[in-house]
């Protein structure tokens, strides 16, 4: 079985003391197929203990005037080597549109980061159009997606403890990975998000269109995280 790529997206949590707490228990994972995204000010930490790095978010300029952004440019000069892009909280709560989320992207693969472009649909939405015009209109303009990972990650799954059938995340993931072949004659890596946890990481795992996951409220966890990572990726 190919290694899979394990993302932890811990958002806008823990203080200082608990990401000291956090990181002495998983310390021990030392694995390129593990990234970590934590809070941007907390991004040196983990630098020091070796980790793979991503940041949650980033403006779409390399610098400038622009109070309180933090620029892929300056990320990846400290080693940060992932970005999440098109998050959906990002696209409902700061109203992030498929246009920014697409300059953004091509800032990100332009300073040599890997953009885990997160897609899609809400409760009731049509999948397959969902995921057509996120990702046509992420992708306008960019010719080689070899530093772009998708992540198929249904709005509604996100931090509920609900998971879609195997069968409807293979059925969204063959449709990304199909369109992508089609449009950009590539083969690109796929994760999937959404309430991934210790109880269904086994059967999350054998679904072979899924090349990895990203996991948000189980990788502030240090042991479901440890095992969620034994599950998914091998040395
Ligand atoms: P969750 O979050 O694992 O807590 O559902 C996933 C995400 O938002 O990326």
Same mark, same amino acid.
């Not at 290694?3 to 958002?11: A, E, H, P, R, S």
């Not at 933090?70 to 409902?92: D, F, K, P």
């Given at each position: +079985?190919?290694?899979? /790529?394990?993302?932890?997206? +811990?958002?806008?949590?823990?203080?200082?003391?608990?990401?000291?707490?956090?990181?002495?228990?998983?310390?021990?994972?030392?694995?390129?197929?593990?990234?970590?995204?934590? *809070?941007?000010?907390?991004?040196?930490?983990?630098?020091?203990?070796?980790?793979?790095?991503?940041?949650?978010?980033?403006?779409?300029?390399?610098? $400038?005037?622009?109070? $309180?952004?933090? *620029?892929?440019?300056?990320?990846? =000069?400290?080693?940060?080597?992932?970005?999440?892009?098109?998050?959906?909280?990002?696209? @409902?709560?700061?109203?992030?549109?498929?246009? /920014?989320?697409?300059?953004?992207?091509?800032?990100?693969?332009?300073?040599?980061?890997?953009?885990?472009?997160?897609? $899609?649909?809400?409760?009731?939405?049509?999948?397959?159009?969902?995921?057509?015009?996120?990702? +046509?209109?992420?992708? @306008?303009?960019?010719?080689?997606?070899?530093?772009?990972?998708?992540?198929?990650?249904?709005?509604?799954?996100? $931090?509920? =403890?609900?998971?879609?059938?195997?069968?409807?995340? @293979?059925?969204?993931?063959?449709?990304?990975?199909? /369109?992508?072949?089609?449009?950009?004659?590539?083969?690109?890596? !796929? /994760?999937?998000?959404? *309430?991934?946890?210790?109880?269904?990481?086994?059967?999350?795992?054998?679904?072979?269109?899924?090349?990895?996951?990203?996991?948000?409220? *189980? =990788?502030?966890?240090?042991?479901?995280?440890?095992?969620?990572?034994? !599950?998914?990726?091998?040395?």
């Amino acid at each position: +079985m190919k290694n899979k /790529l394990v993302i932890g997206n +811990m958002k806008m949590n823990l203080n200082k003391d608990e990401i000291e707490r956090y990181l002495q228990k998983i310390k021990q994972i030392n694995n390129s197929n593990v990234v970590i995204c934590p *809070s941007s000010i907390y991004i040196p930490y983990f630098l020091k203990y070796n980790f793979e790095v991503g940041i949650q978010n980033v403006f779409y300029l390399d610098r $400038g005037a622009y109070t $309180g952004e933090i *620029s892929a440019m300056q990320a990846n =000069s400290l080693g940060v080597h992932y970005c999440l892009v098109g998050h959906s909280e990002r696209r @409902t709560i700061f109203s992030e549109s498929d246009q /920014l989320i697409n300059q953004k992207i091509k800032n990100i693969i332009s300073n040599h980061m890997v953009a885990v472009f997160c897609v $899609g649909e809400k409760k009731g939405e049509n999948l397959e159009q969902v995921l057509n015009s996120q990702l +046509m209109n992420g992708l @306008t303009g960019i010719e080689n997606l070899d530093h772009i990972v998708i992540a198929y990650e249904p709005v509604w799954a996100i $931090g509920t =403890s609900l998971v879609p059938a195997k069968e409807e995340i @293979t059925m969204a993931i063959r449709y990304i990975k199909n /369109l992508v072949k089609e449009k950009f004659h590539q083969d690109i890596t !796929v /994760l999937y998000g959404g *309430s991934v946890n210790v109880e269904n990481i086994d059967d999350l795992n054998r679904i072979k269109e899924v090349d990895g996951f990203l996991v948000g409220g *189980s =990788s502030l966890k240090p042991e479901d995280f440890i095992k969620i990572i034994e !599950v998914a990726v091998k040395e």
